[in-house]
């Protein structure tokens, strides 16, 4: 399964949740859940405006 | 805890404030919900709004929530040559007043709960499910629980929308159509002219435009947007570069910092369902050349509040009933848009050099008595593509 790290700068804007193609985030006011069902597009990755989501390394191999 | 309503609407920002308003003038029972704690915080926006919006809304502008009444746009090309165009010349879009959106978007829902809207802020929406006629949405407000069984929901939850993807829309942004946002509020900006916003294109902001919006004395918003798909570098790592180069900022200090999505594709194609209809940056109802979205979002808010409520009152919320909004929604905002679209991507097509060209042979020309057909002529003559792109258009 994929984890994400959610870095201590994110500021919850939802730029991410707005272009996963899965839908699987979810923005609260101060935390962002992913759900499970990640196929590692990485889109999530590019778009956030501060880089402030980080895939943990060999989390696909668990 | 089951509540019921005629209409729910989730998030509290000018589209969901202002469908708020106009179903309960009509006069429809309506709960207004924000997940947050404070209604307009943080801002996510430049602030810009015009002032022939504003009035077309009905929207007296206060005092409490103008920073800045603007008389002009200045456009500046890579190389730092300028096109000034001033309020009397052309109808200026997003250049109206500069807001504070803190204290506009709390002054909305004030507005939505005057003419009989029920709040609730610090509530979040976390699933919802259909029910005889009806969609029935859970919550969770401080811990607590509870769902709300409402005739209409209405997803005014930002382009983050996930209302809309509950309901069965497709409200996913393509990267391509998501201008990714970084914005700085500073102090000791010194702009060429203070009543000017500023729009800066090329390659500072690839895929979008750098801006600085006056908030009155030597406050700015000095931000950008750009698309991801165009640059390897973060919104944010664009608007440091910016800032460090722009003359304006060169002994500016942030006093805040603001990022956010603004999706600039055009206005989503299906709006409604049976019992849903989805308003705002939710439905991409953002001027897809300047990126601008409020007062199409509150524009799409009233009409969404009259049907709904007109829909309460015929006992009838079918999706033939509601798909009146997303066609006056079509008429009245989606039309523009798709033309916008065409001009900003030509903008987009143009290298810093051609940029330059454009704006060195138009720095120049009178523009007080000049037409559009006029404009795109004296466009075509440096930049030919412009006929291609442009030509059909006007």
């Known amino acids: ?62 | 805890m089951l509540i019921e309503t005629d209409i729910l609407i989730i998030g509290a920002g000018p589209a969901g404030s202002s469908t708020a308003k106009h179903a309960a003038l009509n006069g429809a029972e309506v709960i207004l919900i924000d997940k947050k704690s404070e209604i307009g915080a943080p801002k996510r926006c430049a602030e810009g709004v015009s002032k022939e919006g504003l009035k077309k809304l009905k929207i007296e502008p206060s005092s409490r929530w103008v920073t800045k009444e603007l008389s002009g746009v200045l456009m500046k090309a890579p190389n730092g040559t300028s096109v000034w165009l001033n309020e009397e010349k052309v109808k200026l879009p997003e250049a109206g007043y500069i807001l504070e959106r803190k204290v506009f978007d709390k002054h909305m829902a004030m507005d939505a709960a005057r003419a009989g809207a029920k709040i609730m802020i610090k509530t979040l929406a976390t699933g919802m499910r259909r029910g005889n006629d009806s969609l029935i949405v859970t919550a969770e407000t401080m811990g607590e629980e509870f769902e709300i069984k409402s005739k209409i929901v209405i997803g005014a939850d930002g382009p983050e929308s996930r209302v809309g993807r509950w309901a069965g829309l497709k409200t996913t942004i393509k990267p391509k159509n998501m201008e990714s946002c970084a914005q700085f509020e500073m102090a000791g900006v010194k702009m060429d002219d203070p009543n000017s916003i500023e729009f800066h294109f090329g390659s500072v902001a690839p895929g979008g435009y750098a801006w600085l919006f006056p908030k009155g004395d030597d406050i700015a918003n000095v931000g950008l947007g750009i698309l991801t798909t165009e640059t390897d570098k973060s919104a944010y790592q664009h608007l440091l570069e910016f800032v460090k180069n722009c003359p304006a900022t060169q002994n500016a200090q942030p006093v805040e910092f603001n990022i956010g999505g603004d999706p600039v594709g055009g206005m989503l194609k299906e709006l409604v369902t049976d019992n849903f209809m989805i308003v705002g940056d939710a439905a991409s109802q953002v001027n897809p050349l300047t990126g601008g979205g409020i007062i199409s979002a509150m524009e799409a808010g009233l009409y969404a509040g009259q049907v709904a409520a007109a829909a309460i009152r015929d006992g009838d919320c079918s999706k033939a009933r509601l798909i009146k909004y997303q066609e006056r929604c079509e008429e009245n905002i989606g039309k523009k848009f798709k033309r916008d679209l065409k001009v900003k991507e030509y903008l987009l097509s143009l290298s810093d050099e051609e940029l330059n060209s454009i704006a060195e042979a138009f720095q120049d020309i009178e523009l007080d008595n000049i037409n559009t057909a006029e404009l795109i002529k004296n466009l075509i003559k440096v930049s030919p593509k412009a006929l291609l792109k442009l030509g059909k258009l006007f």
Request: proline share 3%.
């Open chain 1, 1 to 62: 399964m994929i984890k994400m790290i959610v870095n201590e700068w994110c500021m919850y804007c939802g730029e991410c949740a707005a272009v996963c193609p899965r839908s699987l985030i979810e923005v609260r006011e101060n935390s962002l859940i992913f759900n499970e069902g990640c196929k590692d597009c990485r889109i999530c990755l590019q778009v956030c405006p501060v880089q402030a989501l980080k895939k943990e390394e060999n989390s696909d191999l668990s």
